[in-house]
């Protein structure tokens, strides 16, 4: 990446982020449906035995470590980024706050399975993380458009300088340069695909 603060103006105000594209809204369906569905428990439930649930604590552990390699990976692109490090500190510091919480909210609610306020307790607090980890993969999609758009800018100037050469040796040089920015403007997109 390169060190040059890219001149890139986004219209898009990096503290009020919310979902506005459908497909980002189905990606997320699934995980909001999960969460969501596990305040549908009966009152009363039936002392019955109906199957095996994994236990509480290792679900727990793995949304724990789930969160744990989102922070590690969104600290690296925070200490990256040259726009919107501000912004990602505050949403990665604000990702691990709501991970606390939901951590105490549901060994409160590991304890209780059935007891209503406590399942919605820790819905909420899964929601709310759920919320705070989609303002981080925004924020970070934001860092990746910004990159992007400005080595367009540069790979349209050198094409640009292409166009009006005026000597052989002119050719070559703005070639060789024209076809590196291309193949960095290759590379971030073919990454960002990924």
């Known amino acids: 990446m390169s060190t040059k603060v890219p001149s890139i103006k986004l219209k898009i105000d990096p503290r009020d982020l919310h979902i506005q594209t459908f497909t980002v809204e189905k990606l997320l369906e699934p995980l909001i449906v999960q969460v969501t569905t596990l305040v ?20 727990l552990a793995s949304v724990e470590e789930a969160t744990w390699n989102l922070l590690d990976k969104g600290e690296k692109i925070a200490k990256e980024a040259i726009v919107f490090k501000e912004e990602l500190q505050a949403t990665l510091a604000d990702v691990q706050k709501e991970s606390q919480a ?72 703005t070639y060789q340069k024209f076809r590196k920015d291309l193949e960095d403007l290759d590379y971030l997109a073919h990454r960002r695909q990924q």
Request: proline share 4%; glycine share 2%; with cysteine.
């Open 102 to 173: 939901l951590k105490v909210s549901a060994e409160a609610f590991t304890s209780d399975p059935c007891y209503l306020p406590k399942r919605q307790a820790v819905v909420q607090a899964g929601r709310s993380l759920l919320t705070a980890v989609t303002r981080l993969l925004i924020l970070a999609d934001m860092v990746d458009v910004a990159y992007l758009l400005e080595h367009l800018t540069v790979f349209q100037r050198t094409f640009e300088s292409l166009r009006n050469v005026s000597s052989k040796s002119d050719l070559q040089k």
């Open 40 to 59: 549908n428990c009966p009152q009363n439930p039936s002392s019955k035995k109906k199957g095996r649930s994994k236990r509480a604590r290792v679900l």
